[in-house]
């Protein structure tokens, strides 16, 4: 099994550029979620998503959309790109109906908006 | 309160050490309580966990303690290897009914062989 899977690894943007980190899990889980990690401020919830067509904002969701269309999918966009959301970016997913399950992470994304 | 408040910042420690993260939140509804492990330029990875019906558990030379009262957790590391060098994070969960989890900031941890 792949796991979860994120790309891309790696990507610069200008500011006010758009861009999509695909997120995409074969385990068949319903929970799937979006973090951001900077240094010093550990892992944020960005929004997260408990089935197809279903979707809640996080901690810090500002910036970001999400859409989930199928179980295997959950991309993130950021619509206009800002220095702010310069950070690695990981997608999670879970097995657990009801929550409180181990949280599966992917390799990260490494953004950096210029 | 949702902060998870984990120290310290970073540790090191001489193998064959004792490596000991504290973890502490506000937060009485938390009952799930898991230890994530992330090596450089990979994804964290659950490590061990605990529900606070318990005040210890151990898995191999990991060890989380567990004190409901003071609302506190931490990870022990027995036998301190070179390989565990990595960061390591706290989390806590309401567990059923959410799917959030809060971090802590993490602990740099690095065994000197």
């Known amino acids: 099994n792949a796991g979860v899977t994120q790309t891309p690894k790696f990507q610069v943007l200008k500011t006010g550029q758009s861009m999509t980190l695909q997120c995409a899990q074969d385990?068949?889980?319903?929970?799937m979620s979006w973090y951001r990690q900077d240094p010093g401020m550990g892992l944020r919830l960005i929004h997260y998503s408990v089935g197809a067509g279903i979707t809640d904002q996080g901690e810090v969701p500002n910036g970001y959309n999400v859409s989930r269309s199928t179980t295997e999918d959950f991309p993130l966009r950021l619509l206009s790109a800002a220095p702010s959301q310069t950070s690695v970016y990981f997608c999670?997913?879970?097995?657990?109906?009801?929550?409180?399950?181990?949280?599966?992470f992917g390799e990260g994304s490494r953004l950096t908006v210029l | 309160q949702q902060q998870v408040k984990q120290s310290p910042q970073s540790l090191i420690v001489q193998k064959g050490g004792i490596s000991i993260i504290n973890c502490a939140y506000e937060n009485t509804a938390f009952d799930y309580f898991p230890w994530y492990q992330q090596f450089p330029g990979k994804g964290p990875a659950l490590l061990i966990a605990?529900?606070?019906?318990?005040s210890e558990k151990k898995e191999g030379r990991f060890t989380i303690s567990f004190n409901k009262s003071a609302k506190q957790f931490s990870l022990h590391i027995m036998d301190s290897q070179p390989g565990d060098s990595a960061t390591y994070f706290c989390a806590a969960s309401m567990g059923s009914g959410t799917y959030k989890y809060i971090f802590g900031t993490g602990t740099r941890l690095k065994v000197l062989a």
């Open positions: 605990i529900r606070p019906d318990v």
């Open positions: 385990m068949n889980h319903e929970y």
């Open positions: 999670a997913s879970s097995y657990a109906s009801g929550g409180g399950g181990e949280l599966f």
